[in-house]
């Protein structure tokens, strides 16, 4: 069945690194969103992507679409303490684009 | 606006009985869903709404009913609680059309144990 698999499940980095996280999707997809999910929190939506190659920004964090349509990537430069989280991507389903499927998530620590 | 408004948002139930979790929000969105999340773990969705009146399956409906009288409420009802639905409980909203969907909304959460 249709899947979307993030890498790395964890990082940990000492705080002003850079961090990057990776979703792939075993099938071509209309759009990509990403949340970010606190400690203790609840999902919250990010940003989404539509377009093949597309490439957004939000201050430090950058996303990007894959020209296939099938992998995506978020980008965070300088980390601080305030990006930990986990960080999840999500792809509607084929059959049914008013639902999401979503990667397992990337969990990022940083240590001050 | 509230956005998502989930209550409770912490329970310990026996096995055995049954609650309800509510869900509400007032952003007029026509599809509702409800995910359970496992410690360490993503996000599954047990059950989903396109609108009032209609509701389907997700990929973990065993032990869950739902019902969508309202396009703001879309409570989840837990028959026999066991162990096994000891999670984290959330509800979301979005708006969705033919041509794509939006961002997601999720409430803040509902803790559940069962013991």
């Known amino acids: 069945g249709q899947q979307v698999m993030q890498i790395p499940q964890y990082q940990h980095v000492q705080e002003g690194e850079d961090f990057t996280t990776y979703c792939n999707s075993s099938?071509?997809?209309?759009?990509i969103q990403w949340y970010k999910q606190r400690p203790g929190g609840h999902p919250v939506f990010l940003i989404q992507?539509?377009?093949?190659?597309e490439v957004k920004k939000q201050k430090r964090l950058t996303f990007q679409f894959g020209e296939a349509k099938k992998n995506s990537s978020l980008h965070i430069t300088a980390t601080q303490t305030t990006d930990v989280g986990t960080y999840f991507c999500?792809?509607?389903?084929?059959?049914?684009?008013?639902?999401?499927?979503f990667g397992q998530g990337t969990t990022l620590q940083v240590k001050p | 606006n509230a956005g998502v408004t989930q209550t409770p948002k912490f329970r310990i139930l026996k096995i055995g009985q049954s609650m309800t979790l509510q869900c509400a929000q007032d952003?007029?969105?026509?599809?509702m869903y409800w995910y359970r999340q496992d410690p360490g773990m993503g996000l599954k969705l047990i059950y989903y709404?396109?609108?009032?009146?209609?509701?389907d399956k997700g990929e973990v409906p065993n032990g869950y009913n739902v019902s969508r009288s309202t396009t703001e409420d879309f409570p989840l009802r837990l028959e026999l609680a066991a162990p096994s639905q000891t999670s984290v409980y959330f509800c979301?909203?979005?708006?969705?059309?033919?041509?794509?969907?939006?961002?997601?909304?999720f409430g803040s959460g509902t803790r559940l144990t069962v013991v």
């Open positions: 979301a909203s979005s708006f969705s059309t033919g041509q794509g969907n939006y961002g997601y909304t």
């Open positions: 952003m007029n969105h026509n599809y």
């Open positions: 099938t071509t997809l209309s759009n």
């Open positions: 709404s396109v609108g009032a009146g209609i509701t």
């Open positions: 999500a792809g509607p389903r084929s059959s049914n684009t008013g639902k999401l499927i």
């Open positions: 992507l539509v377009k093949s190659g």
